[in-house]
């Protein structure tokens, strides 16, 4: 059983950055791929990006445009560096961790197998 503990979320003006971070612990050997997602109040849970986790390949959605960077050190930590936040970014973001492939197609949901708590990221205008 893999934990994912979420941590970096907060209260940023527009044009600021937040740096989100997961933390994986437990049976991580079976981790391949991780995910980070988003939800915003009234909105279904929509994909952000994905690395793998040998931390060599990263695939972002099209919103992102340049603005983020994923991540990840040795000691079983993934991080999301957000830069240029928008008041749309506005969400509970969730790290989520697959034991598929990496592939650019790993956007939904249903493909990852644990999931954190949530970090709740907030960009006033």
């Known amino acids: 059983q893999v934990q994912l503990l979420e941590s970096g979320g907060g209260l940023v003006q527009a044009g600021g950055s937040l740096r989100l971070s997961c933390a994986a612990s437990g049976g991580t050997s079976s981790i391949r791929t991780m995910g980070w997602f988003r939800q915003a109040p009234g909105k279904e849970r929509e994909f952000v990006g994905s690395i793998d986790w040998s931390g060599s390949r990263t695939y972002y959605a099209d919103f992102v445009n340049g603005r983020f960077t994923l991540s990840r050190d040795n000691k079983n930590t993934v991080y999301l560096q957000m830069n240029d936040l928008k008041p749309e970014d506005t969400a509970n973001h969730y790290c989520?961790?697959?034991?598929?492939?990496?592939?650019?197609?790993?956007?939904?949901?249903?493909?990852?197998?644990?999931w954190g708590q949530g970090t709740q990221v907030t960009v006033s205008s």
């Open positions: 989520a961790a697959s034991r598929m492939k990496f592939a650019t197609t790993n956007q939904d949901q249903i493909e990852y197998d644990y």
